[in-house]
T-cell receptor, first 114, second 112 residues
Framework: DGGITQSPKYLFRKEGQNVTLSCEQN?????MYWYRQDPGQGLRLIYY???????QKGDIAEGYSVSREKKESFPLTVTSAQKNPTAFYLC?????????????FGEGSRLTVL | SQQGEEDPQALSIQEGENATMNCSYK?????LQWYRQNSGRGLVHLIL?????REKHSGRLRVTLDTSKKSSSLLITASRAADTASYFC????????????FGRGTSLIVHP
């Protein structure tokens, strides 16, 4: 089945540790996105990539890093510089970041900092 | 920056009733989309309406768009307990990167 796979679903991290969240898609989509969701805050854009080997900062990129070495993969690293990383992270993709706009989401990864 | 804002924040209705949610936004848009999220899950796309469209239907869903008022509404008719979820509007600004930006959502509870 075509779709987006995020892993792990749940992740616990000690303060000061970097963690990497995986996002893989087999939809052959060009664009991929990372959003953060906090209670009552809706979704906020962290990073997005419109093409392989290129990515752009979103509204809340500080403390995060990404790579886009392959079309199907867009991992997100939450670094120790992110001051409040406990949140629900959602990865999405779209055919292009052009006028179509419809996003396909993964099931999310919940990160808890202990 | 968050463009769309949903209203109300929470809505509680009985099965069989209609549910109406509203979304307001600030700048010109290329399109507006509605998504649904069940608790702890990813978002699922429901419907997309373009800036030159005024109304769109999909099953029990009806979406309207009023660009002069910069607002949209999502109507779910004959609601079911399974419609219980959060609903988000997302706007893609015109003239920009078309990256959808999301509001805070409306939490809908449908009581059986």
């Amino acid at each position: 089945d075509g779709g987006i796979t995020q892993s792990p679903k749940y992740l616990f991290r000690k303060e000061g540790q970097n963690v990497t969240l995986s996002c893989e898609q087999n939809l052959n989509h060009d664009a991929m996105y990372w959003y953060r969701q906090d209670p009552g805050q809706g979704l906020r854009l962290i990073y997005y990539s419109q093409i392989v080997n290129d990515f752009q900062k979103g509204d809340i990129a500080e403390g995060y890093s990404v790579s886009r070495e392959k079309k199907e993969s867009f991992p997100l690293t939450v670094t120790s510089a992110q001051k409040n990383p406990t949140a629900f992270y959602l990865c999405a993709s779209s055919i292009t970041s052009g006028r179509t706009g419809e996003l396909f989401f993964g099931e999310g990864s919940r990160l808890t900092v202990l | 920056s968050q463009q769309g804002e949903e209203d109300p924040q929470a809505l509680s209705i009985q099965e069989g009733e209609n549910a109406t949610m509203n979304c307001s936004y600030k700048t010109s848009i290329n399109n507006l989309q509605w998504y649904r999220q069940n608790s702890g899950r990813g978002l699922v796309h429901l419907i997309l309406i373009r800036s030159n469209e005024r109304e769109k239907h999909s099953g029990r869903l009806r979406v309207t768009l009023d660009t002069s008022k910069k607002s949209s509404s999502l109507l779910i008719t004959a609601s079911r307990a399974a419609d219980t979820a959060s609903y988000f509007c997302a706007t893609a600004a015109s003239g920009g990167s078309y990256i959808p930006t999301f509001g805070r959502g409306t939490s809908l509870i449908v009581h059986p």
